[in-house]
């Protein structure tokens, strides 16, 4: 769907999914959106709810397994017709997560599940995404939030349905650590582990990619130069063409072991090449706090 609303229809917002996958955090940030957000309302009553005269704000609907009368097979057969209405721009969004980390999810916050009443978690988990699976097929929108933190979650959910689209097109350049797991909301992810590793070197193993030290021994390595403007030249096609197809948010990882040297510096030297060009990146490191590890690290190399 996309993120500008040039006309006068209103926009309503379908938000479903599997318990604990994440239906509260994103109708929260969709108020702090500008939308109207309503939770468990009861399906039966969408039709009435917005059978008459529309407002113009954007209206967003939360309902899930657990809300009264709730039959995957009504709900379709209520929104298709609610479809053929062209006062509406009407959407589905279904929040899907691995049944291992709902489990995790339901057990560190000590919640039962609604469908497991006396038996395991995984259990109901089971049949609620059985019963959950005509919407989860039949929706506009999937997000999978298994590997999402909150804020990951927050920004996937601005950029599917901020109500206007942002003046420019706005660049996110992160450095993480594959050791501490890939950055779930990434587009474009390059690995510069091919790189010669400041952490084998005693004295720049406290310090960071932001520290000249770490620069200058990056710096020497004779790959870095011909990848680092390849990236660079890359980059530079590639975003106004994601502007030209009106891509609001372009987020691009650079990754190394650890997350605080290879990487780090890689970013900030990018930020700055993409600035020369034209653009404006906002630059995230995402371990740089992390303490180094040799364990992480690997085996030093001759």
């Known amino acids: 769907m996309s993120s500008e609303h040039a006309d006068n229809r209103q926009r309503i917002l379908l938000v479903t999914g599997m318990l604990g996958a994440g239906k509260s955090t994103a109708l929260r940030e969709l108020e702090d959106l ?6 468990n309302f009861p399906i039966r009553l969408l039709q009435r709810l917005i059978g008459g005269d529309v407002g113009q704000q954007s ?23 609610l479809t ?29 599940h609604f469908l497991a009443q006396d038996m395991p978690v ?43 689209a942002p003046q420019e097109m ?26 010669n590793n400041p952490h084998w070197d ?21 790959a870095f130069a011909s990848v680092f403007a390849r990236i660079r030249d890359l980059l530079l096609e590639l975003l106004p063409r994601y502007a030209a197809q009106g891509k609001s948010y372009v987020n691009i990882a650079f990754g190394c072991t650890g997350g605080r040297h290879r990487s780090v510096y890689t970013a900030e030297r ?12 906002t630059v995230l490191h995402r371990n740089l706090g992390s303490r ?4 992480l690290e690997g085996p030093q190399q001759p």
């Open 34 to 39: 500008g939308w109207e957000a309503i939770d």
């Open 292 to 295: 180094a590890s040799e364990m």
């Open 59 to 81: 209206l967003a609907i939360g309902f899930d397994c657990r809300t009264r009368g709730f039959v995957p097979a009504d709900v379709i057969e209520r929104v298709k017709k």
């Open 202 to 222: 005693p004295e720049l193993r406290p310090l960071t990619g932001k520290d000249q030290g770490v620069g200058d021994h990056i710096e020497k390595d004779p």
């Open 122 to 164: 995984a259990t109901g988990i089971a049949a609620e995404r059985e019963l959950m699976g005509p919407l989860r097929r039949w929706a506009d929108v999937l997000i999978d939030t298994s590997n999402f933190s909150t804020n990951d979650l927050k920004q996937s959910i601005r950029e599917h349905f901020a109500p206007t």
């Open 170 to 195: 706005t660049v996110t350049i992160t450095s993480f650590g594959f050791s501490r797991g890939m950055p779930p909301v990434a587009d474009l992810v390059f690995d510069m582990r091919f790189l």
């Open 84 to 112: 053929n209405r062209e006062d509406l721009v009407l959407t589905t969004l279904f929040l899907d997560c691995s049944g291992h980390e709902l489990e995790r999810r339901f057990n560190e916050t000590r919640r039962r």
């Open 270 to 281: 990018m930020a700055g090449a993409l600035r020369d060009g034209g653009f404006s990146p």
